[in-house]
């Protein structure tokens, strides 16, 4: 039972049991919509094999426990267990239920290996709660459900479907339940103490399994009577509010096992489950593709990083943002590595429209990024900037890829693509809105051309107006964008038009161009071919002009390009002659296609490359 805020504890769980899993698995969702469409492109994009994947809706079973008042901070997702018989396929006849806040240490087969030892009457397995909770001792008029014993931890559950279907547990829980709350009013801990109710009025109904299968790492607990050793222990379950922090004698241990799952290279869990690596197998689209590939190409690498699946892992922080209802939302659209996290807090000090961020990071710097979000004032107080995290694989920065990430999970009906270097003016946000109503971008094809500029100094006084920015372009504080190494990417743009324009004009594509564009939501994707240094803005805007996208300069409109380190892809661009002759080799066979996808229409860009 997954609420979108509880995703990234559940890819922990899910890949300390794929870690030590040798059997085929079937994962069960039942999720809000933000949560099933991030695991449904987590797990699609992870291709892990012999994994399947089935979501159920949880908003079609709140009905079914919204009756209930419930202390507990779960809400009324921590009820759900209660109606697994009817949630799940009427063809599954036992599964294996899990919290979110679990982390195994061995292969879950054992313990499904364990519903073979339940007597016939047995429809439900539990391990003994390890608190005094139940025992109704923790304070002054302290006044549990009733539980038998110490009660029971519903964290790690079997439950054996077929029979529970067989016995009526669907009417035997809610008259239960009705029962109990003439006199309790509430629940204090959700399900538990339902199914403890239950299994008090019906004890014969349970098994009762070892404490290892889910070591309560709760204060005050009697977990460490669990084990001798901590090599013994199956199941780690942190349901103390304070999770990592908890009181326990082997919490480092413990602590360091949950971590090191947090951070481990999702990647590796590909593997086959027999010892064969070549989990590709599993998927023939991607094997076909691969098989395609000449090996002898002196471009193979390239070629293959434009059929590699990455991991991707969206909304890896919530995000709450509902558009503007005028129609000129506008969401600012970038991709970074972990090297320009630094950049993030000053863009939304600049920008307070919706941001929608890809990055580009292995599992550790996930969490560097996570701890670093966290503990930054302005970072935390933005809900509407959506994180997307596309994960590490292969030698090149699949740039264009990434951006796609971005682009793809924005819910305005525009985007401005741009690049986290830079620093949109302030009040460009409020300004572009206002250019979408004038230039009629609902109906016509436009790409509105936002100036941009440069700064080498690490420490910039920002201008506040355009007459300030030209000011410092006389100075020399400020240069036109590439203006000392690439003047033909933005020479289009005409600056000096720019300098006295007061009302936006149209300038035509010319070879090399890349400006940074406002289009609709709907425009062309972003060419995967292009990985690493070169090409990868520059072919978006030709398919745009394909497109027959006028570009319309803003006269009012300005971005800053702060310095930085130069990226290890441009390195490798100046030093490898190979790498500069697969990016031509690429560059001739995009302009192949654009001819192909339209025609006479793209017959110019042939003609610029034979010029350049």
């Not at 006849?93 to 007597?119: G, H």
């Not at 590439?482 to 936006?504: I, Q």
């Not at 702060?562 to 560059?587: E, G, N, Q, V």
């Amino acid at each position: 039972f997954i609420y979108s805020n509880d995703i990234r504890d559940v890819v922990t769980l899910v890949k300390s049991i794929l870690f030590h899993r040798r059997n085929p698995l079937h994962f069960h969702f039942i999720t809000d919509t933000v949560a099933n469409q991030i695991l449904s492109t987590l797990f699609q994009s992870w291709m892990v094999p012999s994994v399947q994947v089935s979501f159920y809706d949880a908003d079609e079973l709140k009905s079914e426990v919204s009756w209930i008042p419930n202390k507990h901070y779960s809400g009324i997702y921590g009820l759900m267990k209660l109606t697994l018989t009817k949630a799940l396929p009427s063809n599954l006849s036992k599964v294996i239920v899990l919290d979110t806040d679990i982390t195994f240490a061995t292969d879950i087969a054992e313990l499904w290996a364990i519903f073979r030892k339940f007597t016939e009457k047995q429809v439900i397995g539990l391990v003994e709660n390890q608190s005094d909770w139940y025992l109704g001792n923790l304070w002054k008029n302290h006044k549990p459900w009733p539980a038998l014993g110490r009660g029971f931890n519903t964290g790690v559950i079997l439950l054996y479907l077929e029979r529970l279907r067989r016995i009526g547990w669907e009417q035997m829980w809610r008259l239960t339940a009705e029962r109990e709350l003439m006199s309790m009013l509430s629940t204090s801990l959700a399900d538990q103490d339902i199914f403890n109710a239950f299994i008090k009025q019906n004890p014969v109904l349970v098994h009762q399994l070892p404490c290892f299968w889910n070591v309560q790492l709760s204060d005050h607990t009697r977990s460490e009577q669990c084990y001798t050793e901590v090599s013994d222990l199956k199941v780690i379950h942190w349901n103390s509010p304070k999770k990592l922090r908890v009181k326990n004698k082997h919490v480092e241990f413990f602590r360091n096992l949950y971590l090191t799952f947090l951070e481990y290279d999702g990647n590796l869990l590909r593997r086959e489950l027999f010892g064969c690596p070549i989990a590709i197998t599993f998927f023939p689209p991607l094997q076909h593709a691969l098989e395609e590939l000449d090996e002898d190409d002196q471009c193979y690498d390239f070629r293959r990083e434009r059929i590699m699946v990455h991991r991707v892992h969206l909304y890896f922080l919530q995000y709450e943002y509902t558009p503007t209802d005028d129609g000129t939302d506008i969401t600012l659209v970038a991709q970074l590595s972990m090297d320009r996290l630094q950049m993030l807090e000053a863009i939304c000090k600049h920008w307070e429209g919706p941001i929608s961020l890809a990055l580009y990071m292995s599992d550790a710097e996930a969490q560097q990024f996570l701890r670093y979000a966290q503990a930054s004032e302005v970072l935390k107080n933005r809900k509407n900037v959506g994180y997307h995290i596309v994960y590490k694989e292969g030698q090149f920065y699949p740039v264009n890829l990434v951006r796609n990430v971005a682009l793809r999970n924005v819910n305005t009906p525009y985007v401005f693509l741009t690049d986290v270097d830079f620093l949109p003016m302030y009040g460009l946000y409020d300004y572009l809105r206002k250019s979408i109503v004038q230039l009629d971008m609902a109906s016509t094809k436009k790409a509105l051309v936002v100036p941009a500029f440069e700064t080498l100094r690490y420490r910039l006084s920002f201008p506040k107006s355009k007459a300030e920015l030209l000011s410092m372009l006389d100075m020399g504080t400020l240069y036109t964008f590439r203006y000392h190494v690439w003047t033909k990417g933005h020479a289009p743009t005409n600056y000096a038009k720019w300098r006295t324009a007061t009302t936006p004009y149209k300038v035509e594509w010319e070879a090399d161009f890349e400006p940074y564009v406002v289009v609709r939501r709907d425009c062309p994707e972003y060419d995967h071919r292009f990985v690493g240094f070169g090409w990868n803005k520059v072919s978006h805007i030709m398919e745009l002009d394909a497109q027959e996208y006028d570009f319309i300069v803003l006269p009012n409109a300005f971005m800053i390009h702060m310095p930085h380190a130069p990226s290890f892809d441009i390195s490798k661009f100046r030093s490898s002659p190979s790498y500069r002759y697969c990016l031509t080799t690429l560059k001739d066979e995009f302009h192949q296609d654009l001819s192909r996808k339209y025609g006479s229409a793209a017959l110019k860009y042939l003609t610029a490359q034979r010029n350049i």
